[in-house]
């Protein structure tokens, strides 16, 4: 009987701190997850929150969290009361969607943009070169021991 009892009460030890190490990630996921309600107007997460309004808010979570409420529900529960700016990351769905796709589309459009400026750039200003060497080779050669003999005599 004491060894069933020692027994229960280890597995209640090694099972306890790991329930309450789960709760602490979600709690600590959750409060930089979601904006502050009585901050909405400053744009402040909740964790950073330091007024009434969030200790309340961070004091709810925890009382969700330890009544077994999942992150999602708790996230599900907020955007119920106070509406998705409450969200500090919009959903990856629907009309946010684009807050995800937008950037990284205006950026390598960005850069694909100035890598072709820089090659027509490039191709032009040799283009340029070409030229001006091929006008040098169109003067008569009677004509360019004659220039080289007036440079002589001015330098």
Not at 17 to 34: C, F, H, K, M, R
Not at 51 to 57: L, N, S, V
Not at 75 to 102: H, T
Not at 106 to 121: D, N, S
């Amino acid at each position: 009987m004491k060894r069933i009892i020692i027994i229960l009460s280890l597995v209640i030890l090694l099972v306890s701190p790991g329930q309450v190490w789960a709760n602490d990630d979600d709690y600590d996921e959750l409060i930089t997850s979601l904006m502050c309600p009585a901050c909405l107007a400053h744009n402040e997460i909740l964790a950073n929150g330091q007024d009434e309004g969030a200790e309340q808010a961070k004091e709810d979570i925890k009382r969700r969290l330890a009544a077994g409420q999942t992150k999602e529900e708790i996230i599900k529960a907020y955007v119920a009361q106070y509406g998705e700016q409450i969200l500090a990351v919009p959903d990856k769905s629907g009309f946010n969607l684009m807050a995800w796709v937008i950037p990284p589309i205006a950026v390598v459009g960005g850069a694909a943009f100035v890598y072709l400026a820089i090659q027509r750039w490039v191709k032009n200003h040799s283009g340029r070169r070409k030229i001006t060497q091929n006008a040098g080779s169109a003067i008569d050669p009677v004509d360019e021991d004659r220039l080289h003999e007036e440079m002589k005599k001015y330098l």
